[in-house]
């Protein structure tokens, strides 16, 4: 099992900047990839950035490209998500994502990002 806990999230104004950080623990030896997913209300789970654990290779959602960057840290195993430019439709609840190499997913709580215009 994988326990994921994240923070960082809060309430900015359109162009503020924001870090997240999700950190993990349990069965981390087996991670394949962390990542982050947001979910607007009335709306789906959208995928929003990931990185491979092996090689570090990103990956973006079109809407989030300049602006957003991933990044780990394997000793920690914590992946942060630094937000800048932030604009109103970003607000979301932003959900951690681990998946194993048996390409089993594991989700955190959640945390609010609210930014005001």
């Known amino acids: 099992q994988v326990q994921l806990v994240e923070s960082g999230g809060g309430l900015v104004q359109a162009g503020d900047s924001l870090r997240l950080a999700c950190s993990a623990s349990?069965?981390?030896?087996?991670?394949?990839?962390m990542g982050w997913f947001r979910q607007a209300p009335g709306k789906e789970r959208e995928f929003v950035a990931a990185?491979?654990?092996?090689?570090?290779?990103?990956y973006y959602t079109d809407s989030v490209k300049g602006r957003f960057t991933i990044s780990r840290d394997n000793a920690k195993n914590t992946v942060y998500l630094q937000m800048t430019s932030l604009k109103p439709e970003d607000t979301a609840v932003y959900y951690c994502?681990?998946?194993?190499?048996?390409?089993?997913?594991?989700w955190g709580q959640g945390t609010q990002v609210t930014v005001s215009s």
């Open positions: 349990g069965r981390t030896f087996s991670t394949s990839a």
């Open positions: 994502n681990l998946r194993d190499h048996r390409d089993i997913a594991y």
């Open positions: 990185i491979s654990w092996s090689d570090g290779n990103t």
